[in-house]
């Protein structure tokens, strides 16, 4: 008989099958490798008529005294082989049926042989059921299903028994495994004897009623039904049958109180799911469910095994190494390996946003993916649930199911595909915490239903999370160390160059070799006191005496001297020295270090000197300048600050000046905004207020402040102007504004007066002309016609000069006429075409275009919005121009095009005349200007005034381009009114 811890220990390890050996309906016992029992079930009792409590750590033969030997046998045999022996005939005890006997292997955790399970089934004939029917068939199947079931251990095991051997004993054709996750969240284990059309529908499972399987596992009743009552009751689903199905059973399978998974049966035959089958069918569901509920014992077992392991190996893994990226990589390989698809642990950049130094995926290509998705897209830190939060808020996320929806709706497709193609399922994060600092992020993922985190895996998480944020604060710990060793070690190799020891009365003697290097003295040169030649002689008085203090009171010696170094230099230097005690408390010897303070003492020179300037420079600014803190308090004002608030220099060394207390309460606020602002900016932005004077009036000033630091404490220095005078003089010059504006409105309108005045004096006037003018062009004309005879060559050349001299008035007249008119007449706009316009000035000039053999030539030209009148003026004067103005050995030729100016058009008049000099192209557009004498060409000089006038009116521009002997192009502008031009 074995010990009795021994059958302790394997009670222990077969606790797992208590589920299957009080679920089955047969007689069940598990026996150790002395085939002692470790425990049986009710029905092997009642079948060997034992009691309930008494069988545990028996042998085999004492229990079942009418044994065969040939099941004895069949034990040993299966302890050394591990095959099972079935269907051997057993006797029990005489008052009990005849049974048969089946032997299976029982295995540990490594798959090792450990005991053997013991299986009866009662074979009697007198049991009979629904009306006499023998049940010997069906018994004979059920102990097929639960022995196949027994071999099994983890739930993978299990439901691949079930597929593959217990799907074909009831029955069916086909049969399949559904899981559910989540009520939202299916998947298919996996499924024999279909189409593989219908098992490539199934793969992603649908969470819809109209599949049995989902109705069976969210009612947890079994579904039976005939294709007539599936037609009935779930008609959606009748397309997706498989030809020949004519019988479907959905059953659930249960753990405890849960229902997480579920078998579908399709049949040939409706007989399959008679009353009778289904009695059947529901035992061989009880039998899977107990099967599936010990496996996930033991896989839970098993879960919790590998959990710790993981947690040993890694605990070893990052003790074991200081180097962090090492250490990193492999925290990541073994949750790889034990709990996740992916694993990543993220640090922080140099702007706080996480990226992945560790990255494990059995697929080096997804590897590089998660890089490239990270770097591409930052993780945003306001986003919740993304590892920039966690990170942030240091808040773990545990997310069992990652939602398809939420994956769809990212609306930039190559990150949508990239998170498509990562196929994450379940996923962890959890926060990596030192020293109460969140240091990373831990990220675990799977990408398949089969694994799908709970609350267990994420405490595993954080414990994973724990122990590396520990092996990242002491690998940080040991680089800081590592640099601090360093930087003691370069402190100790650069004061050995000038650390010294005396002897306990204070002399110099022995090797010496950092004086030595430091003043360039040899050994009996600094012997005894022969160091004190390299000291400065002003500073020797004030070093003995510190050093005989020290010496009566065998306390620590300081002192500054100024030396002589072996380069000739003097130096400023620190003098230290500590006593060395003997056991009796007295000196031994000094250990002192010289340390060069130079720069230190040149700084704090030049630094005293630029005060000294500052100082200055404040005091004989005009411009109020102080220098305080938030709380009110000043420490430095200039003359003219107080001045300005009525305060004597004796009042401010008293503390009477406070700027605060001068300060109105509105205007605190505003100051102590600009305090903030020079602190963290350095300057202020300029801004003005009120100050109280010490004889109570308030004074308007403009203040700027900047920061001013000081013997580690921050100031403000504020730059402060009486603004009372600006202020009064910027009152007298808006008073002097308004007036200057009243006056120029005066003689604004004075002078539209008059030259409304003056415009309508030249219409009356050159129209008033008109009629004596036309008097003396008649008179005239008869004197030449009636007289002509009577007047010499004289007379005649005389009457001549009249009649041109009256034509010329005439012209002059009706050109001031026009010119005028276009002042006077309120101007009314219209769409106009630019090409009627031309033709109609073209008319108008015909005569002088046959005389000078001149040609008109223009382009596509746009309707425009003017006055027909005065723009046919525009175009008559700019053409005439041009053919009078020509060149007298080739004929006149004038170019006109238009083209697109935002809201304008731009036209131009081109020519081949005699150009104008550009000394007089602001003359041309004149009123009377010429530039030639009448002799050589005809005119009144009101061409282009009028001209210029017109186009202004018309909201336009007009100026000229022209180079003398090669022709002039003049330049329009008016309004638009629609796109496109007419030919």
């Known amino acids: 008989m074995p010990p009795a811890h021994e059958g302790h ?8 099958l208590d589920s299957l050996l009080e679920g089955t309906s047969a007689g069940l016992a598990v026996l150790d490798q002395h085939l002692a029992i470790v425990h049986t079930n009710a029905v092997f009792r009642r079948l060997t008529v034992r009691p309930a409590s008494h069988d545990a750590g028996k042998p085999l033969v004492e229990v079942m005294p009418g044994v065969s030997p040939a099941v004895v046998e069949a034990c040993r045999a299966v302890l050394d082989t591990g095959v099972a022996r079935r269907d051997l005939a057993a006797v029990t005890a005489p008052e009990a049926h005849p049974v048969t006997c089946s032997v299976v292997p029982v295995y540990d955790t490594g798959k090792e042989v450990q005991g053997v399970a013991v299986i009866l089934r009662d074979t009697g004939q007198g049991h009979t059921e629904h009306g006499g029917t023998p049940r010997s068939h069906r018994d004979h199947d059920l102990l097929a299903v639960e022995q196949a079931l027994a071999q099994a251990l983890a739930t993978t095991e299990v439901k691949r028994t079930i597929l593959q051997k217990v799907v074909p004993l009831m029955g069916a054709y086909g049969g399949a495994l559904v899981e559910a996750v989540d009520d939202q969240t299916l998947y298919l284990v996996g499924a024999v004897g279909y189409e593989p059309s219908v098992k490539l529908s199934w793969e992603n499972f649908p969470a819809q009623e109209y599949y049995p399987v989902v109705h069976a596992l969210r009612t947890r009743r079994p579904v039976f039904a005939t294709a007539e009552q599936l037609d009935r009751d779930f008609p959606e689903f009748v397309p997706l049958f498989q030809p020949g199905t004519r019988a479907v059973a959905a059953l659930p399978l249960e753990d405890g109180e849960v229902v997480t998974c579920a078998l579908t049966l399709s049949f040939h035959d409706e007989q399959a799911i008679t009353d009778e089958q289904q009695s059947y069918l529901l035992e061989v569901r009880e039998a899977c469910s107990c099967a599936l509920k010990r496996a996930r014992r033991y896989n839970a077992a098993h879960e919790e095994r590998e959990r710790a392991t993981l947690l040993a190996e890694a605990s070893a893994a990052l003790a074991a190494s200081l180097d962090l990226q090492g250490t990193l990589d492999r925290l990541a390989s073994l949750a790889l390996r034990h709990v996740a698809d992916w694993a990543a642990v993220f640090l922080a950049d140099d702007d706080g946003l996480p990226f992945p130094v560790a990255v494990a995926h059995h697929d080096p290509g997804m590897v590089e993916l998660l890089r490239w998705f990270t770097a591409q897209y930052p993780s945003d830190p306001s986003s919740p649930g993304s590892t920039a939060w ?4 240091g808040a773990p996320l545990l997310m069992p199911v990652v939602p398809g929806g ?8 190559q990150r949508r595909r990239a998170v498509q193609r990562m196929g994450l399922h379940s996923l962890i994060q959890v926060p990596m915490i030192a020293n109460g600092r969140t240091v990373g992020v831990l990220a675990l993922a799977t990408t398949h239903p089969q694994r ?4 267990q895996d994420l405490e595993l998480a954080q414990a994973l999370a724990e122990r590396a944020a520990l092996a990242l604060d002491n690998a940080a710990r040991y680089e800081a160390s590592q640099i601090s060793e360093r930087r003691y070690r370069s402190l100790i190799d650069a004061t050995r160059q000038i650390v010294w020891t005396n002897t306990a009365e204070g002399m110099l003697v022995g090797k010496q070799p950092g004086w030595t290097q430091l003043t360039g003295q040899t050994e009996t040169e600094y012997t005894g006191l022969g160091w004190t030649d390299r000291v400065n002689p002003e500073d020797l008085h004030r070093t003995f005496d510190a050093w005989q203090e020290a010496l009566l009171s065998r306390t620590i010696y300081e002192s500054h001297q100024r030396v002589t170094v072996a380069s000739g230099e003097e130096r400023h230097f620190n003098v230290r020295a500590v006593p060395v005690l ?23 020179t030049r630094l005293r000197s630029s005060e000294e300037r500052f100082r200055s420079l404040v005091e004989a600014s005009p411009i109020g300048i102080a220098v305080g803190a938030m709380d009110g308090s000043m420490h430095l004002a200039n003359d003219a600050y107080l001045h300005m608030l009525g305060y004597s220099r004796a009042e401010f060394e008293a503390g009477q000046v406070n700027w605060a207390a001068l300060t109105p309460a509105e205007f605190l606020e505003q100051d102590f905004q600009a305090f903030e602002q020079a602190f963290a900016q350095g300057t202020s932005e300029a801004y003005e207020k009120e100050m109280v004077c010490r004889d109570g009036r308030r004074i308007p000033v403009g203040l700027v402040l900047t920061r001013y630091e000081a013997q580690d404490e921050t100031f403000v220095v504020a730059y402060v102007q009486n603004l009372t005078v600006q202020l009064e003089a910027e009152r007298a010059l808006r008073e002097y504004g308004v007036e200057l504006e009243r006056r120029v409105e005066e003689r604004t309108r004075a002078l539209e007066q008059t030259n ?9 006037a050159s129209h008033d002309l008109q009629e004596p003018l036309r008097t003396i062009a008649g008179l005239t004309g008869l004197l030449e016609k009636r007289y002509a005879d009577l007047y010499d060559e004289r007379g005649q050349n005389l009457l001549r000069l009249i009649v041109e001299g009256t034509a010329r008035m005439k012209t002059l007249l009706d050109d001031l006429l026009v010119f005028s008119r276009l002042g006077a007449e309120l101007l009314t706009l219209e769409p106009v075409s630019a090409t009627h316009l031309v033709e109609e000035a073209r008319g108008r000039l015909g005569g002088l275009l046959e005389e000078s053999g001149g040609q008109v030539t223009c382009g596509p030209l746009p309707i425009v919005l003017g006055n027909v009148f005065q723009l046919i003026q525009v175009f008559q004067n700019l053409i005439g121009n041009a053919l009078k103005f020509r060149k007298p050995d080739s004929a006149p030729h004038v170019r006109i095009s238009a083209e697109p100016d935002g809201e304008f058009y731009h036209f131009t008049v081109e020519d081949n005349g005699i150009g104008i000099d550009p000394a007089y192209f602001d003359r041309i557009f004149v009123m009377f200007q010429r530039l030639h004498g009448r002799d050589q060409y005809a005119g009144t000089g009101l061409g282009l005034a009028i001209c210029h006038k017109v186009v202004e009116r018309h909201g336009g521009q007009l100026w000229v381009e022209s180079t003398p002997g090669e022709g002039s192009k003049f330049h329009f502008t008016l309004k638009a009114v629609q796109a496109g031009s007419e030919d």
């Open 9 to 16: 220990a394997l009670s222990v390890g077969f606790a797992t």
């Open 406 to 413: 939420l994956i769809n709706q990212i609306k930039d497709e």
């Open 582 to 604: 003997d056991l009796d408390g007295q000196v031994r010897e000094w250990v002192g270090v010289h340390t060069d303070i130079t720069e230190q003492v040149r700084a704090e």
């Open 390 to 393: 966690v990170m942030r808020t």
């Open 756 to 764: 409304a005045e003056l415009e309508r004096f030249a219409y009356v």
């Open 452 to 455: 799908t985190y709970g609350p």
